[in-house]
């Protein structure tokens, strides 16, 4: 079962269309921006560091009619993110493995912990880099995503009888998404640290007592 929400923005949830090579660019600059900062990358520096010329990379990025590397970088880890979460939320449900809240944790710690460039990458974009005003309206998009996958979780939940009717999904799925969030931004996104272990324990404790205090409070 695809854990669907209607009215995500198309341009989020399609595939972008990129050549290999365009790919292994936005790959590098994924790596590179882990390595040294998002904030500290240059055209120049990726080429250096990919042993290209400068000029191949803008013919595939910023070339005119060609969107810019940044804007790529931002849909392609957004559409990444998703994929990984649907297919792993599928099999979940599928082996009979589904748990409510504490699984779609997991499984996003998990996106960070395999792919832990893009997951820095869609820390910085989404949650870190929220007053950059050129970049605002990916992160004012992907935001409500977000939480509308959660309160999707939630009603899945219910419908197992994971949890009991809840009211309000759309304020506590908001809570929950905080605590996700926070816990992330606080463990550094790093799946070295030790606090990353204990950021999704406690994102996935905390979440679960918010859904019970709201069960209580609204029955």
């Given at each position: 079962m695809v854990i669907e929400v209607p009215h995500y923005k198309r341009e989020y949830v399609e595939q972008v269309v990129l050549t290999e090579r365009q790919i292994a660019i936005i790959e590098a600059y994924l790596k590179?921006?882990?390595?040294i900062g998002v904030a500290?990358?240059?055209?120049?520096?990726?080429?250096?560091?990919?042993?290209a010329s400068l000029g191949s990379i803008h013919y595939h990025f910023g070339a005119k009619g060609r969107p810019s590397l940044l804007d790529s970088a931002i849909k392609h880890v957004s559409q990444e993110s998703i994929k990984y979460i649907n297919y792993h939320m599928d099999r979940a449900l599928a082996e009979g493995r589904?748990?409510?809240?504490?699984?779609?944790?997991?499984?996003?710690?998990?996106?960070?912990r395999a792919f832990p460039?893009?997951?820095?990458?869609?820390?910085?974009?989404?949650?870190?880099?929220?007053?950059?005003?050129?970049?605002?309206?990916?992160?004012q998009a992907y935001l409500p995503l977000m939480r509308s996958r959660i309160e999707q979780v939630l009603v899945l939940g219910m419908g197992k009888g994971i949890y009991p009717p809840l009211k309000k999904l759309d304020e506590l799925s908001e809570k929950i998404h905080f605590q996700?969030?926070?816990?992330?931004v606080i463990s550094g996104g790093d799946e070295t640290d030790q606090r990353y272990i204990r950021a999704q324990e406690r994102a996935i404790e905390t979440s679960e007592f918010i859904i019970g205090a709201h069960a209580e409070s609204e029955q």
């Amino acid at each position: 079962m695809v854990i669907e929400v209607p009215h995500y923005k198309r341009e989020y949830v399609e595939q972008v269309v990129l050549t290999e090579r365009q790919i292994a660019i936005i790959e590098a600059y994924l790596k590179l921006s882990e390595k040294i900062g998002v904030a500290n990358v240059t055209l120049q520096k990726l080429a250096e560091e990919m042993g290209a010329s400068l000029g191949s990379i803008h013919y595939h990025f910023g070339a005119k009619g060609r969107p810019s590397l940044l804007d790529s970088a931002i849909k392609h880890v957004s559409q990444e993110s998703i994929k990984y979460i649907n297919y792993h939320m599928d099999r979940a449900l599928a082996e009979g493995r589904f748990s409510g809240v504490g699984t779609y944790i997991g499984i996003l710690y998990d996106f960070c912990r395999a792919f832990p460039h893009h997951g820095k990458f869609w820390l910085y974009f989404y949650y870190l880099a929220i007053f950059d005003s050129k970049h605002r309206h990916e992160n004012q998009a992907y935001l409500p995503l977000m939480r509308s996958r959660i309160e999707q979780v939630l009603v899945l939940g219910m419908g197992k009888g994971i949890y009991p009717p809840l009211k309000k999904l759309d304020e506590l799925s908001e809570k929950i998404h905080f605590q996700i969030i926070g816990a992330l931004v606080i463990s550094g996104g790093d799946e070295t640290d030790q606090r990353y272990i204990r950021a999704q324990e406690r994102a996935i404790e905390t979440s679960e007592f918010i859904i019970g205090a709201h069960a209580e409070s609204e029955q």
